[in-house]
Antibody
């Protein structure tokens, strides 16, 4: 079964570093784009960016460029989302999701369970 | 890039059909056929319901159908059922990133 398993909920303070993870299983991890989607409580979905594990080609959505870093370790089939200095406005649920195909415009068809990040000021 | 525009809410009675619109621009939705729709229940991850405008993934009910005309895409749910109650999001590819719609709350009366 194709699955994405995300790391657990985090409670941090503003200004702290954070890196959350997403481990893929049941498929060849390196050959599918994987991305991150933010959902602020009570709000809609926002695509943050995607990465191709085989060569680490990374595409950020304009709103998130420079705000976060997406990375991958294909040797352990894991993608990461990190912040160097958290803000209270980063409080949200973060989903990792795999694209359906090998094109960057393909839809997200496999989703992780989500990681809730809470940042206090 | 701006979010695609969806109505905040749509409602219908069991058995009826409803249609959710999703409006973008020629730079996103109107410029390609990479239009998708997702269903999300409270506290759950989204689920892909339609991709490439009108294709249903395996396992998705044929009560769900998609279409597009110009800069507007639509999701139609026919034979509305209680389990269709939830949030629905459209999305499109801009050529460099994916943009989601503002979301529509579907209520089954």
């Amino acid at each position: 079964e194709v699955q994405l398993e995300q790391s657990g909920a985090e409670v941090k303070k503003a200004g702290e570093f954070l890196k959350i993870s997403c481990k893929g299983s049941g498929y060849i991890f390196s050959t599918y784009w994987i991305g991150w989607v933010r959902q602020i409580p009570g709000k809609g979905l926002e695509s943050m960016g995607i990465i191709y594990p085989d060569d680490s080609d990374t595409r950020y959505s304009p709103s998130f460029q420079g705000q976060v870093t997406i990375s991958v370790d294909k040797s352990i089939s894991t993608a990461y989302l990190q912040w160097s200095s958290l803000k209270a406005s980063d409080t949200a649920m973060y989903y990792c999701a795999r694209l359906r195909g090998t094109y960057a415009g393909d839809p997200f068809n496999i989703w992780g369970q989500g990681t809730m990040v809470t940042v206090s000021s | 890039q701006s979010a695609l525009t969806q109505p905040a809410s749509v409602s219908g009675s069991p058995g009826q059909s409803i249609t959710i619109s999703c409006t973008g621009t020629s730079s996103d939705l109107g410029g390609n056929n990479y239009v998708s729709w997702y269903q999300q229940y409270p506290g759950k991850a989204p689920k892909l319901m339609i991709y490439d405008v009108s294709i249903r993934p395996s396992g998705v009910s044929n009560r769900f159908s998609g279409s597009k005309s110009g800069n507007t895409a639509s999701l139609t749910i026919s034979g509305l059922q209680a389990e269709d109650d939830g949030d629905y999001y459209c999305s499109s590819y801009t050529g460099s990133s994916t943009v989601f719609g503002t979301g529509t709350k579907v209520s089954v009366l």
